[in-house]
């Protein structure tokens, strides 16, 4: 079973950025397609993004389509979230999770199997 923890995330003013990482250890890493999905606070889960298990393929939801860049480097077992032109609204806690390609949404966070705890991302105004 693949675990994961995020880190990267703090304080910062809108417009500006921020890079989530989201390590792997244990279980075979490449073998987990990755989403990161955030909570606000009173708020239900949303899809942010997710990467196919080589990174060749990337998704994103709309809300950060054009801002947030979603990579992998499966050598060292982290996927990474690029966070730029960030607004008050982007403001939550950020999950990653693995998810096994045989599940075909890859915006449903309950067909991910394993998440990390999570990392608090704050955009002030």
């Known amino acids: 079973q693949v675990q994961l923890t995020e880190s990267g995330g703090g304080l910062v003013q809108a417009g500006g950025s921020l890079r989530l990482s989201c390590a792997a250890s244990g279980g075979t890493f490449s073998a987990y397609r990755v989403g990161w999905f955030r909570q606000a606070s009173g708020k239900e889960r949303d899809f942010v993004a997710a990467?196919?298990?080589?990174?060749?393929?990337?998704y994103y939801g709309d809300s950060v389509k054009g801002r947030f860049t979603i990579s992998r480097d499966n050598a060292k077992n982290t996927v990474y979230l690029q966070m730029n032109s960030l607004k008050p609204e982007d403001t939550a806690v950020y999950y990653c999770?693995?998810?096994?390609?045989?599940?075909?949404?890859?915006?449903?966070?309950?067909?991910?199997?394993?998440w990390g705890q999570g990392t608090q991302v704050t955009v002030s105004s």
């Open positions: 990467i196919s298990t080589s990174g060749a393929t990337t």
């Open positions: 999770a693995a998810q096994l390609p045989r599940y075909l949404n890859y915006r449903n966070g309950g067909s991910y199997t394993n």
